[in-house]
């Protein structure tokens, strides 16, 4: 019998699996006696097991079974996990990962694997309770040097993402949905071709609910929960810091909150860069953390939360922190800023310093940081998805980075400004408040750039001058609307003409030469057949 035709979901289910494993082997070092992992982390390589093994891949069965005999043995309280056995579980975990990887190409090349198997076997506990577990040499040089964890924790995109899984639910209403917008449509037909418009009318009112039920349903076929990407992230953590001798204790929360798959697509990589910035720079050895009086333990935490129409994923630590007077000392030794601008500068603005393309603090380069790239990545990733990254470290030590997304990147809600009859969308993400201001309260000088207004309150940022526009005048008493828009975690006003109000766009991606402007992020078709332009205030800030 071909099995070809179903490779593919093979494939995509032991990716399932095996994106599952990593968590629980962590969770099971950091609690040995803990049945329920043990259960779940069981079930899990029984079931790619069974798979495997239907499918006639006889490799990835030998291996499933050497880690599920010793699993077995935990279950059967003949065993306990140690730090030597989670190495070699998260072995055979990557060594799935790369049979899988070959099962997906089509490679038939062979995967040693003996030699993991025969210490997987004879892993065990001697009478006096020491752990022995034959080194890799014992296998006759069979086994290939682990490969460095900065590579183990790429993110592929195809491992999750190529394939998803929907609720039979959403794709039944998704069909009632569009049966629904088939009747209607000959409704509108036969109400076009009637002299009273009231049935037209009635029909375009349904035709809009059932627009607004159908982008609903999609949205919900889109959506992914958290746990996609972060199932990788405590091996990642756990990996990092053992190559950085850190005792790290991590904690995540809110892995259930579902996002668009475009944005967790785009988003893995950034947070990947902030967890290994948190134990490289952030967290301290247990020695340095006595001396400070601190638990030897670091904590890192990776939390997820809803807001409304947006999804905020923070990770803080208790680690050293960031000081804004050495970072503004960088800042002003590698050319950032000048001196002037490092004396009058808010350690917000501070903060922000390190998203800076070359900027470090770091003394030395390791494997993992220094080298003066990373966070502009994440602040440019950030950007592109309409979203705003904040940094916060407070005085008693400690940090937090703070990346506020919209929930999708494809419908968003934005805030429509108009300047020299121009419309130009701004994404509600990234709009703090909106007020008013005299035009006779704003004081402009030729020492005075941005304009200030009067009451000596933050500068002002005139729209029209960012577009290349005149400026526009009027009497003293009109009130002049004023956009606070949160431009990389800092606050800037922007006065424009008029505020059109909130609404709804399809944003559409732009192609070159427009997808190369600076502070562009997509653009969108008005309804009377105008292209509209989405601006990335994080970028134009």
């Known amino acids: 019998m071909d099995m070809s035709a179903y490779r593919e979901l093979f494939v995509s289910e032991c990716r399932i699996h095996i994106g599952a494993f990593g968590e629980l082997i962590v969770r099971l070092e950091e609690s040995p006696d803990d049945r329920m992992v043990v259960d779940e982390l069981f079930r899990h390589v029984h079931s790619l097991k069974g798979m495997a093994s239907s499918m006639g891949y006889g490799q990835v069965v030998s291996v499933a079974h050497a880690m599920e005999d010793w699993l077995e043995k935990v279950r059967n309280g003949e065993s306990r996990l140690e730090a030597a056995h989670a190495d070699l579980l998260l072995e055979g975990s990557d060594m799935l990962g790369r049979l899988v990887t070959g099962i997906e190409s089509g490679d038939s090349a062979e995967v040693v694997i003996n030699g993991f198997i025969a210490r997987m076997a004879s892993s065990a506990f001697v009478a006096d309770g020491e752990l022995t577990v034959p080194p890799p040499e014992a296998d006759g040089g069979e086994v290939p040097p682990p490969e460095p964890v900065v590579e183990l924790q790429q993110f592929r995109r195809s491992d999750s993402f190529s394939s998803i899984r929907i609720k039979t639910e959403t794709l039944d209403n998704l069909v009632n949905i569009t049966g629904e917008l088939i009747t209607n449509r000959y409704r ?45 992230f405590p091996r990642l953590v756990r990996d990092l810091a053992r190559q950085q001798d850190k005792d790290v204790h991590f904690r995540m929360v809110g892995k259930e909150i579902e996002l668009d798959r475009a944005i967790l697509e785009e988003i893995a990589e950034p947070i990947v860069h902030i967890l290994r910035n948190a134990i490289d720079h952030g967290l301290e050895t247990a020695e340095e953390r006595l001396r400070a009086g601190k638990p030897p333990s670091g904590i890192l935490i990776l939390s997820v939360n809803r807001d409304k129409d947006a999804v905020e994923i923070s990770i803080i630590d208790d680690g050293r922190g960031l000081d804004p007077e050495l970072l503004k000392r960088v800042g002003v030794e590698k050319g950032f800023i000048t001196a002037g601008e490092a004396a009058e500068m808010a350690a917000s603005d501070a903060f922000q310093l390190i998203c800076r393309p070359g900027f470090s603090t770091a003394r030395s380069v390791t494997t993992v940081s220094g080298r003066g790239v990373g966070m502009d990545v994440v602040r440019e990733a950030v950007h592109s998805l309409a979203g705003v990254l904040a940094i916060d470290s407070p005085p008693r030590g400690g940090s937090r980075f703070t990346l506020r997304l919209p929930i999708t990147i494809s419908i968003i809600t934005v805030m429509v400004v108009r300047c020299g009859g121009f419309d130009i969308a701004i994404p509600l993400t990234s709009v703090v408040r909106i007020y008013e201001v005299k035009r006779s309260d704003i004081v402009s000088a030729p020492e005075s750039n941005p304009p200030v207004p009067s009451d000596g309150s933050t500068p002002l940022r005139s729209f029209r001058q960012l577009l290349g526009l005149p400026e526009l005048s009027g009497p003293p008493e009109e009130l002049v609307p004023v956009v606070a828009c949160d431009c990389g975690g800092v606050q800037v006003p922007y006065y424009v003409d008029t505020i059109v109000g909130q609404q709804e766009i399809f944003v559409r991606p732009l192609g070159s030469p427009l997808s190369l402007v600076r502070g562009i992020s997509g653009a969108t078709i008005t309804g009377d057949g105008r292209v509209m332009f989405v601006v990335d205030m994080g970028a134009i800030g």
């Open 188 to 232: 509108l037909e036969r109400a076009v071709g009637q002299p009273d418009a009231a049935d037209c009318r009635e029909s375009l009112a349904q035709l809009s609910s059932l627009l607004r039920s159908l982008r609903d349903q999609v949205f919900k076929a889109r959506m992914l929960p958290f746990a996609i990407i972060a199932e990788r």
